[in-house]
């Protein structure tokens, strides 16, 4: 049984197919998953991405809609990782290492809520090429 964390990117595909789905399908279907971790953050990413889609037309208002209840409905399937202070420390040292090669604020708190389970999580999951490719560089297994 493996312990996983999704960062927003991933965490989309499984509710909106896209390019990337297929690997998460596989990911479910191939191994057991006993847990998956979000940091609460996203609960608000999720709806400015699928608002997003909205405002580009690869959804509908009603789409979009019941996307984000349904996320809410699943809520209970996730081991949510809280936003506090140490979270927000460790997303400022990160920033301070990555902010040069393009570390964002919002990816940055989703690397350090992984970080902070790093020794739980077998797995990184995230479709952001530069989020990957700093979680690497953190010693985090990344799908």
Known sequence: MKKVYFDTSSL????????????????????????????????VEFNSAIWKKVRTQELTHDEAQ?????????YSKFQFVELNSE??????????KYGAEGLRTLDSIQLASALKLKNEVEL????????????????????
């Open 66 to 74: 019941a996307m984000s209840t349904f996320f809410e409905t699943d």
């Open 12 to 43: 989309i595909k499984l509710y909106h197919y896209e390019e990337g789905t297929e690997l998460l399908d596989q990911l479910f279907e191939n191994n057991k998953l006993s847990t998956v971790f979000l940091s609460e953050l996203a609960k």
């Open 87 to 96: 979270i927000v420390h460790s997303s400022k040292f990160l920033i301070a």
């Open 124 to 143: 990184f999951v995230t479709a952001d090429k530069l989020l990957k490719n700093i979680a690497a560089k953190e010693r985090l297994s990344i799908y």
